[in-house]
């Protein structure tokens, strides 16, 4: 545990705890009553209402759409279905603001819905709830479809054997199986929608406000650095009892489950009933995830002769120092560094976790981990530049810091994705293995390794994927000459211009193809069989 927590400490608690002190400290003095005061404002309240009823309606919603895609690319097998689960994963790299653009093309004045059937639904909270899905889809796809792809069949066929109906079967044998990576699915669903920052502002307009939209304005706009503090000091005990419920009424199974190769577990659909869920979840990729992405590659050809992207490599001296085309370079490098961070990180805790005999400590401190998911962006870029200053941790002008901001994210994932398979380890392998003489780190290597390094790829492409589409503290802390794809992309739609906006349009186009092509290659070596991997 050492390793995680010095890190959540210096680069997590120690800036938040900076920028909080900086907007409640004044004159030496900590003014606690200005908590009081913010919450006795109305709109205060109406926001933090509003925050909390939409991440509800957007999780649920996204459990009911999501689901039956994680049996799919679980228990199915047909072609396609590697790029399939590269291209649902892409929206989730996507920058937030991006997003919201998207659906606005489709559900905005002069959108798709409104030139086919004059619909609008821009400025109403299905724009944001149907945005939320489009974007969480894959981390329930992926998570629970993770495990779900590794439980032994046999254990549900056992039991329809035994009299049970397929619904009783799946509800008493492969649901309580599932719970942990249900719940971890919806945990973070919640998270990133309670911090809902780009759909929200661009898709709410000014009659939806939430804690991070608020939380930004009141930095940029109104320049009130404490009731920014305070309100962050709101998301941030919101989040606590978030995590705090979910420690007491979700109680992980520490039982084994039976567990196999996830290449035997996958066969071609069988019956009218399979092939109906297999059309449905296809038409529901298609026209949720894969027609907003379709509007984006539309966009970005708007000019003729690829005029938007040509563009890219030119500087023109006003948002950027160098072409916009190198924040392609930029976002892989800070990618792969953040990813190198967060599984080592995210492994070193999954795996004290895992532990039998670990103390109250360890286990509180797992709930910690989802921390990062529910702070504001805003506070932890400004608290890097704010505590990261000084000597020894003068890290302002170096590269690393990036990095670093990104990983925070990174880790909660990897930790999430590896714990409810690590769990799953029976631990009376290990120990037999540490009777006949294997050292602890040989256990690990010839036990637990070849049962979770598929789990260790899928948290991999995780941290990766998040890395690459971080925005929220990036935005603060990239340098002029070195801009990742987000903040590039934030630059252009925030200038005049069709070829501001259709560069913009561009680059999210390539960014949504960079991701693609990694995940391509994650799912090529997920699935590789040579076991040589």
Same mark, same amino acid.
């Given at each position: 545990?050492?390793?995680?927590?010095?890190?959540?400490?210096?680069?997590?608690?120690?800036?938040?705890?900076?920028?909080?002190?900086?907007?409640?400290?004044?004159?030496?003095?900590?003014?606690?009553?200005?908590?009081?005061?913010?919450?006795?404002?109305?709109?205060?309240?109406?926001?933090?209402?509003?925050?909390?009823?939409?991440?509800?309606?957007?999780?649920?919603?996204?459990?009911?759409?999501?689901?039956?895609?994680?049996?799919?690319?679980?228990?199915?097998?047909?072609?396609?279905?590697?790029?399939?689960?590269?291209?649902?994963?892409?929206?989730?790299?996507?920058?937030?603001?991006?997003?919201?653009?998207?659906?606005?093309?489709?559900?905005?004045?002069?959108?798709?819905?409104?030139?086919?059937?004059?619909?609008?639904?821009?400025?109403?909270?299905?724009?944001?709830?149907?945005?939320?899905?489009?974007?969480?889809?894959?981390?329930?796809?992926?998570?629970?479809?993770?495990?779900?792809?590794?439980?032994?069949?046999?254990?549900?066929?056992?039991?329809?054997?035994?009299?049970?109906?397929?619904?009783?079967?799946?509800?008493?044998?492969?649901?309580?199986?599932?719970?942990?990576?249900?719940?971890?699915?919806?945990?973070?669903?919640?998270?990133?929608?309670?911090?809902?920052?780009?759909?929200?502002?661009?898709?709410?307009?000014?009659?939806?406000?939430?804690?991070?939209?608020?939380?930004?304005?009141?930095?940029?706009?109104?320049?009130?650095?404490?009731?920014?503090?305070?309100?962050?000091?709101?998301?941030?005990?919101?989040?606590?009892?978030?995590?705090?419920?979910?420690?007491?009424?979700?109680?992980?199974?520490?039982?084994?489950?039976?567990?196999?190769?996830?290449?035997?577990?996958?066969?071609?659909?069988?019956?009218?009933?399979?092939?109906?869920?297999?059309?449905?979840?296809?038409?529901?990729?298609?026209?949720?995830?894969?027609?907003?992405?379709?509007?984006?590659?539309?966009?970005?050809?708007?000019?003729?002769?690829?005029?938007?992207? &040509? $563009? %890219?490599?030119? @500087?023109? /001296?006003? #948002? =950027?120092? !160098?072409?916009?085309? +190198?924040?392609?370079?930029?976002?892989?490098?800070?990618?792969?560094?953040?990813?190198?961070?967060?599984?080592?990180?995210?492994?070193?805790?999954?795996?004290?976790?895992?532990?039998?005999?670990?103390?109250?400590?360890?286990?509180?401190?797992?709930?910690?981990?989802?921390?990062?998911?529910?702070?504001?962006?805003?506070?932890?870029?400004?608290?890097?530049?704010?505590?990261?200053?000084?000597?020894?941790?003068?890290?302002?002008?170096?590269?690393?810091?990036?990095?670093?901001?990104?990983?925070?994210?990174?880790?909660?994932?990897?930790?999430?994705?590896?714990?409810?398979?690590?769990?799953?380890?029976?631990?009376?392998?290990?120990?037999?293995?540490?009777?006949?003489?294997?050292?602890?780190?040989?256990?690990?290597?010839?036990?637990?390794?070849?049962?979770?390094? &598929? $789990? %260790?790829?899928? @948290?991999? /492409?995780? #941290? =990766?994927? !998040?890395?690459?589409? +971080?925005?929220?503290?990036?935005?603060?802390?990239?340098?002029?000459?070195?801009?990742?794809?987000?903040?590039?992309?934030?630059?252009?739609?925030?200038?005049?211009?069709?070829?501001?906006?259709?560069?913009?349009?561009?680059?999210?186009?390539?960014?949504?193809?960079?991701?693609?092509?990694?995940?391509?290659?994650?799912?090529?070596?997920?699935?590789?069989?040579?076991?040589?991997?």
């Amino acid at each position: 545990m050492a390793g995680p927590v010095a890190f959540f400490a210096v680069f997590f608690a120690y800036p938040v705890a900076a920028i909080v002190a900086r907007g409640l400290e004044v004159d030496g003095v900590w003014r606690f009553g200005r908590i009081v005061d913010v919450l006795a404002q109305p709109d205060v309240r109406h926001v933090l209402w509003f925050t909390t009823w939409q991440a509800l309606a957007s999780t649920a919603l996204t459990l009911l759409i999501a689901l039956p895609g994680a049996y799919v690319f679980a228990r199915f097998d047909f072609p396609g279905k590697q790029v399939l689960r590269a291209v649902v994963t892409v929206p989730f790299v996507l920058p937030t603001v991006v997003v919201g653009t998207a659906f606005l093309a489709l559900v905005g004045r002069g959108g798709l819905l409104d030139e086919l059937w004059g619909v609008r639904l821009d400025t109403t909270v299905w724009a944001i709830l149907l945005a939320h899905v489009f974007f969480n889809y894959a981390v329930v796809v992926r998570t629970v479809g993770g495990l779900w792809a590794q439980l032994d069949p046999r254990q549900e066929e056992a039991a329809r054997m035994l009299g049970a109906s397929r619904a009783r079967a799946w509800r008493q044998v492969t649901l309580p199986a599932l719970a942990p990576a249900v719940a971890a699915a919806a945990l973070m669903v919640f998270l990133f929608t309670f911090t809902s920052f780009g759909v929200v502002q661009i898709l709410g307009g000014p009659a939806f406000s939430t804690l991070e939209v608020e939380i930004y304005r009141q930095t940029s706009q109104v320049f009130d650095l404490s009731t920014a503090a305070v309100l962050t000091l709101i998301q941030f005990a919101a989040v606590v009892a978030v995590l705090a419920v979910h420690a007491w009424t979700v109680r992980r199974r520490e039982s084994a489950l039976r567990l196999v190769d996830a290449a035997t577990t996958a066969r071609r659909p069988r019956g009218t009933g399979q092939w109906a869920l297999l059309a449905g979840v296809l038409a529901t990729v298609a026209l949720l995830v894969v027609l907003p992405l379709a509007v984006l590659v539309q966009r970005s050809l708007g000019a003729p002769g690829f005029g938007y992207y &040509r $563009a %890219l490599t030119e @500087a023109d /001296g006003g #948002a =950027f120092l !160098v072409p916009p085309i +190198e924040a392609i370079g930029n976002s892989l490098q800070y990618a792969l560094a953040a990813t190198a961070i967060a599984v080592v990180i995210g492994a070193l805790a999954a795996a004290a976790l895992t532990r039998r005999d670990a103390g109250r400590f360890v286990r509180g401190f797992d709930a910690l981990l989802m921390l990062p998911l529910g702070v504001s962006a805003v506070t932890v870029g400004f608290g890097f530049l704010i505590a990261l200053d000084e000597p020894p941790l003068d890290l302002r002008s170096s590269w690393i810091l990036v990095p670093l901001a990104q990983a925070l994210v990174g880790v909660p994932f990897v930790v999430r994705t590896m714990l409810p398979v690590l769990r799953a380890v029976d631990g009376r392998l290990r120990e037999a293995a540490a009777v006949l003489g294997a050292s602890p780190w040989r256990v690990w290597r010839e036990v637990d390794l070849p049962m979770v390094r &598929r $789990a %260790l790829l899928v @948290a991999a /492409g995780f #941290a =990766f994927a !998040v890395s690459l589409g +971080e925005f929220g503290a990036t935005v603060f802390i990239a340098r002029p000459d070195s801009p990742t794809l987000p903040v590039a992309v934030a630059r252009l739609l925030g200038r005049p211009g069709d070829m501001n906006y259709g560069q913009a349009m561009a680059l999210s186009t390539i960014l949504m193809l960079v991701c693609a092509v990694a995940l391509v290659v994650l799912e090529r070596l997920r699935t590789d069989r040579s076991g040589e991997f």
